[in-house]
């Protein structure tokens, strides 16, 4: 297989990577329709504390409904998704809960561009879960040093690349400490030099134990990092598997032609 | 193919290989590509079409102070007779001997000449309380005057005690004392469910008692008491350039919050606060603001409790804050739908409640967007104050209809007008500079 494009040189420390019992999120025959389509078909998922799990699929699959339903972005119809113990149903004060928790990162940043970096980074922990203001921005610092872009936190959004927008989203959701991460084709509105730092910092939050869905198509970072590959097409998990089963003797003719197509020419 | 033949063409007439002998000393630009000739020919003589243009402005510029100045310079401020007639025995140009003699009614209307100090003390404290709210580099502490300003312009104004208005002000504080300290028990007595919103009908309904029942005897008490009154002055005395502010400062202050209102309560997922709010956007925008003024100069006392005597000006300003309002919140709306869907989702996936990401998130960068409409609207709400000619307030247009009215000034025109113009330009034109400034100073996508 051909060397991955974007992948990190150093060595990938795998001694924090540990998968416990305990369930992070667990989604049983869960269905939905936007209007009379029906998107996402008996999804049933379990996803234990620890694991770094990969989503692809060919565009309009299904890969972003699916995560957007574990932080309710979307409403699911049919069965149940259980995160962190909660229930996601109408109860508001289950679904706060439920998102204080879960920390998502879009394709397209999403950052608030009336607000400073730091801004951006304070306002939820200062609001949601009541961080005295210091103590918020000093954790927000942590973490922009982290992503390596401390230097910018008193600039505005506009006035930063689209990598370091996008390290400064995923410090964003740091910030609210979450226990799951999410990850929505975090490196797609990306140009290819900026792929790598983005990359790097989701490997490197990897490598302290988040637990982690990401939607990518980057197959090194898959390869690399994730414990498990999911396949979807047609709103159905059609295949799943550890990286090196999943890339090297894929089952259905399905994720074959999927892999072909991605892959080699 | 063609590229070799371009490189080898080039080749052959230009030497490959090149080093520069020294350095070129730097000189100035020539002065055809800075200073004010470069300015002259990039903005005013950039092309053949721009060349005409530009002369025939400067021609219209010319023809128009050819006609405008020798008015201006043989005018007449004081004639010995004050009259139309007085003015031209002494100059042939224009007449400012009428702004000179009715200088304060166009200021004051007829509020009593003895009070004048009251509405000038009045629009000081406006000046000053609106400093904070329009530059952040204010003290801050103002903001409290800003709050107590209302009031406090309402009883320099109006005069009569003061308890009046101090009894109107206790009225919020009752609601904020039912809602702080009632709510537990409230939402004890009807569950965690409806607490919120049981509080909010149970401080709304006590506010209104507050007004309807307790504020004429609580009053009349404090009154007996202390009365510390300054001398009343009627409605029908306001006039002038003082009524046009009044009502046009109330309609942009209330307008604003009213409008946001209106336009979250459009955007609402609950029917009924989105039914109530449409139906009153569009009744309001459906109707012309004349037939407001005529509905809150005759009908709107059918309403009131009887006995009750709601002032004409206040119902006036209460209908041009409606009218304004239900175009302020299409306004804003639309700065609303202008924002990426991804903000809302951000501001979701981050746990913030409605409140919050409307407050720190969607309303920051749509109000933002909308600066230059709801300053339209207010421009325009500010002119359309002269409307209120038409239910018989003496608005800057009023007085000068009553002006030429009068023997001595009969035929006066330009001097008049003009003079009112002046005055609404100079506001509006602010008004203009202070948006383009406020979009400056919050610019930050930088491109
Ligand atoms: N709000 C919506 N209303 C109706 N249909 C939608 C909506 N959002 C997505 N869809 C449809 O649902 C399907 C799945 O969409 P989804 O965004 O989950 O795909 P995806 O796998 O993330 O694709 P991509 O790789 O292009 O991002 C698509 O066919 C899409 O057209
Ligand atoms: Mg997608």
């Known amino acids: ?49 620890g694991e770094r799990i990969v989503v692809c699929g060919p565009s309009g699959s ?17 069965g149940e998704i259980i995160v962190d113990g909660t229930e996601l149903n109408s109860d508001l004060k289950n679904l706060d809960k439920v998102r204080a928790e879960v920390g998502m990162v879009f394709q397209h940043f999403n950052l608030f561009p009336h607000l400073t970096i730091l801004e951006n980074c304070t306002l939820a922990p200062i609001w949601v879960r009541k961080t005295p203001k210091k103590e918020a921005e000093e954790t927000a610092m942590h973490f922009l040093r982290k992503v390596k872009i401390p230097e910018q936190a008193h600039k505005y959004p506009g006035q930063l690349s ?80 550890e990286p090196k089963e999943f890339f090297t003797n894929p089952k259905s003719p399905r994720t074959q032609l999927f892999l072909s197509q991605i892959l080699g020419h | 193919m063609s590229e070799t033949h371009a490189e080898t063409a080039f080749a052959r007439k230009a030497p490959v290989a090149f080093v520069a002998d020294g350095q070129i000393p730097a000189s100035p630009p020539p002065s055809t590509a800075v200073g004010p000739v470069k300015w002259v020919k990039d903005n005013l003589f ?99 005057l800003s709050a107590l300003s209302p009031f406090i312009c309402y009883w320099l104004i109006w005069g009569g005690s003061i308890w009046g208005p101090v009894a109107v002000l206790a009225a919020p504080a009752v609601g904020w004392l039912i809602a702080a300290k009632g709510g537990g028990a409230i939402t004890k007595i009807v569950g965690e469910d409806f607490g919120p919103l049981a509080t909010i009908v149970a401080a709304v309904a006590g506010v209104a008692i507050w007004l309807l029942f307790f504020l004429g005897p609580v009053t009349g008490a404090l009154i007996s008491i202390a009365p510390l009154a300054l001398e009343e ?35 609402s ?44 000006i206040l119902r006036v300003c209460i209908m041009v804050t409606l009218f304004a309002s239900a175009y302020m919140a299409e306004v804003i709306r639309g700065g609303i739908a202008a924002l990426p869907k991804g903000q809302y989702e951000a501001a979701d996936a981050m746990g913030l409640t409605y409140w919050q990401s409307m407050r720190f998130i969607i309303l920051p960068q749509a109000l933002k ?26 608005d800057p247009l009023g007085l000068s209809s009553a002006i030429r009215a009068d023997q001595a000034w009969n035929g006066i025109v330009w001097e008049l007008y003009g003079f009112i113009a002046l005055f609404f330009f100079i506001f509006c034109y602010g008004m203009s500079r202070y948006s383009q400034y406020l979009e400056r100073k919050l610019r930050t996508d930088h491109r």
């Open chain 1, 62 to 78: 299904g890969k972003s409904t699916l995560i957007r339903c574990v932080n309710r972005l979307e409403e699911h119809q049919a």
């Open chain 2, 233 to 267: 002055v009627a409605s029908n005395r306001l006039g002038g350039f003082m009524l046009s502010l009044i009502i046009g400062l109330v309609g942009i202050v209330g307008s604003l919050p009213l409008g946001i209102a209106l336009a979250l309560g459009r955007q």
């Open chain 2, 46 to 144: 950039p092309g053949p079409v721009n060349t005409i243009l530009t002369l025939a402005s400067l021609a219209f510029v010319a023809l128009l102070a050819y006609e405008i100045l020798p008015w201006l310079i043989d005018s007449s401020w004081a004639p010995a007779d004050m009259s139309l007639r007085g003015c031209r025995a002494e100059a042939s140009g224009a007449c400012f001997a009428v702004i000179n003699e009715r200088f304060y009614q166009f200021i004051f209307g007829f509020y009593p000449p003895e009070h004048y100090w009251r509405p000038t003390l009045a629009f000081i404290v406006v000046v000053v309380s609106l400093w904070p709210v329009l530059f952040p580099s204010a003290p801050r502490k103002l903001l409290i």
């Open chain 2, 369 to 394: 967007i909308s600066i230059p409409n709801i300053v339209s609207s207010f421009i325009g709400l500010f002119k359309d104050t002269t409307l209120v000619i038409v239910i018989g307030l003496l």
């Open chain 1, 162 to 241: 689209g990598g370091q927008q996008q390290r400064v989203a995923i410090a964003r959701s740091l910030c609210m400490k979450p226990r799951i991460m999410l990850f929505d084709e975090p490196t797609s509105a990306l140009d290819p030099e900026m792929i790598k730092e983005v990359l790097d910092t989701m490997i490197e939050l990897a490598e302290e134990g988040m637990t982690m869905i990401c939607v990518t198509h980057e197959m090194g970072f898959a390869q690399a990092v994730a414990n498990r590959v999911i396949f979807m097409d047609a709103g159905q998990i059609v295949e799943q598997n």
């Open chain 1, 1 to 49: 297989m051909a060397e991955p494009a974007h992948m990190t040189e150093r060595e990938i420390d795998r001694s924090q990577m540990k998968i416990s019992d305990e369930v992070a999120i667990d989604i049983r025959k869960m269905n939905k329709w936007y209007g009379d389509f029906h998107v996402l078909r008996d999804i049933n998922l379990t996803v234990y504390r």
């Open chain 2, 269 to 312: 997922k609950l029917l009924i606060v989105k039914a109530i709010s449409v139906g009153f956007i569009e009744t309001m925008r459906g109707v012309p603001l004349i037939t407001l003024l005529f509905v809150a100069s005759t009908l709107l006392n059918y309403f009131m409790p009887p006995g009750s005597n709601f002032d004409l």
